[in-house]
Nanobody, 126 residues
Framework: QVQLVESGGGLVQAGESLRLSCAASGRTTFSTYAMGWFRQAPGKEREFVAAISWNGGRTYYADSVKGRCTISRDNAKNTVYLQMNSLKLEDAAVYYC??????????????????WGQGTQVTVSS
């Protein structure tokens, strides 16, 4: 089993930045997994935010965060990051990281990911 634990969420003002982290542990070969970040706001469906391939060579972003967010990974630390800048009110949500052990590239579909963290809350105030 693979455990994913997110951290770094919190309350920020619009325009500020946050860096989310997701640490993997357990029976994992993290360096071979594609990783993704998703988010879910109250009353809304979970949506894709960003994804990164196993070696960081490919990344993909939702249009809503493109240019403001950067996904990265440190395979030596079994950790994936999401740097979020210029946060907007509509970025407020619970952010989840997810692992896809079977993909070489990246996926935007939540159903493709096998392992999920418990989420970290991001709140943005005006």
């Amino acid at each position: 089993q693979v455990q994913l634990v997110e951290s770094g969420g919190g309350l920020v003002q619009a325009g500020e930045s946050l860096r989310l982290s997701c640490a993997a542990s357990g029976r994992t070969t993290f360096s071979t997994y594609a990783m993704g970040w998703f988010r879910q706001a109250p009353g809304k469906e979970r949506e894709f935010v960003a994804a990164i391939s196993w070696n960081g060579g490919r990344t993909y972003y939702a249009d809503s965060v493109k240019g403001r967010c950067t996904i990265s990974r440190d395979n030596a630390k079994n950790t994936v990051y999401l740097q979020m800048n210029s946060l907007k009110l509509e970025d407020a949500a619970v952010y989840y990281c997810a692992a896809d052990p079977s993909r070489v590239g990246v996926s935007v579909r939540a159903a493709e990911y096998d392992y999920w963290g418990q989420g970290t809350q991001v709140t943005v105030s005006s």
